[in-house]
């Protein structure tokens, strides 16, 4: 049987940081993983670019039960240490809107990196863990290839988010069968769908792009929206998704610079020849404004025949857009999954379990989501150095 001072299950973003810091404390480690390929997820991730941080992390920009639990790891491994990473290695990138990196090329970059940096380590792919128990104070993984004795245990095999790179449950089997709570899971920063009746309006307008604001469940956001064939979709729909619950209604302004009832009253006031459309045409997209004209019966209205109720009505219906989702795309399309490993159940600084000594939980199988845009990479890292430097 071959024997590692530590084993770590899962070769994504946070198996393999996990790896390198480990490395750094004299550990013998092996990664192993059921893909053909390391860290998928990285290659995918911002367009290709990879929005590998995030400057303004902070246990805020985090979803869990305890909202303060990612905040040790968050604390002793910060953004600017992981851009340091990056520019030790060479790799250019920019700043894009609110603290987000990405890097200036492929993201295949920060995976080289991070392979890198875990050199040393053993990485074996294509290998598929039967089982895993303890034994003594130590655990043995059953693999496809033999028995591998580990002293330590990291689990990082993500959550259930995108499973046609390779996502599983694995690691809430492995924390139900250790005895671990888990907090429901469901998929998060994920496009919404809805009925058909709503679909009337975002059907004609797929593909259209406008900036929106959304305040719901806690959650604050103005960003850009999408519509799409299926609903809705864009960074500011993403980033609700998270505060969203099956069967809530979400209020969105389409328009949030504007009161569009205002705009209306006045245009109605010193040029009431003209068309409701037109001049809703003149402070939102062309379609847009047909769209909702005509679906209050105003396609071909003029402003001057329309009292101050109707006007109210179209200004509600832009800056005030009341609709329930009828659900998301699925871990299909969601970015990550939201809920995971009950963090009552962990040592915040060492992402240890409590009752369980020598077994870790990383990354995205834990009960901490971050926002759209670098935070979840950013939690990768963080909860990654943290098991890492304990091992």
Known sequence: MEHFDLVILGAGAAGLFCAGSALGQGRRVLVLDHADKPAEKIRISGGGRCNFTNLATGPDRFLSGNPRFA?????????????????????????????????????????????????GAELRLETRVVSVTQEGMGFVIRSQTGLIRADRLVVATGGKSIPKIGATG???????????????????????????????????????????????GGGLFRDALLFTHRGLSGPVILQISSFWQPGEELQIDLAPDLDIAAVLKDARASNGRIAVVTALAQVLPERLAQAVAGELGLAKARLADQPNRQLEALGRRVNAWRLRPVGTEGYRTAEVTLGGIDTRDLDAKTLQARQVPGLFFIG???????????????WAWASADAAGRAV
């Open 364 to 378: 995205e199988c834990v009960d901490v989501t971050g926002w759209l845009g670098g935070y979840n990479f950013q």
């Open 170 to 216: 694995m690691a809430y089997d492995l924390a139900r069968q250790f005895g671990l709570r888990l907090v429901e899971q469901r998929p998060a920063l994920v496009p919404l769908t809805f009925a058909e009746q709503d679909l009337a309006l975002c059907r004609p307008l797929a593909g259209l792009s406008v900036e929106a604001r959304i305040s719901h």
């Open 71 to 119: 905040a040790s790891a968050l604390a002793r491994y910060r953004p600017a240490a992981f851009v340091d990473l990056v520019n030790r290695a060479g790799i250019s990138w920019h700043e894009k809107t609110l603290g987000q990196l990405f890097c200036d090329g492929k993201a295949t970059q920060v995976t080289d990196m991070l392979l890198d940096r875990m050199r």
